[in-house]
């Protein structure tokens, strides 16, 4: 069992770097541009910020887009 208490020495945590470049990815869709019919939204894209709420909410926005782009093509 492992337990866990309070937040790192940093007091801030980060979203992970890295990922898929957004140049590769239509951004109103969130479709990639290399691979039709790939959807992608989150933390496997290129975006870093300072956490807090704003990665869940690019998580939850990407996704939002992705899947209004695949009910269009439906």
């Known amino acids: 069992m492992v337990h866990f208490s309070g937040k790192t020495t940093f007091k801030e945590e980060f979203v992970t770097a890295g990922g898929i470049s957004l140049s590769d990815i239509d951004l ?4 990639a541009k290399k691979h039709p019919n790939l959807f992608m939204g989150g933390e496997v894209l290129d975006v870093d910020a300072v956490t807090g709420g704003f990665n869940f909410q690019f998580a939850w926005s990407s996704a939002y887009v992705a899947s209004e782009a695949i009910l269009l093509k439906l």
Do not use: H, I, L, T
């Not at 109103?28 to 479709?31: A, F, K, R, V």
């Open 28 to 31: 109103n869709s969130m479709e």
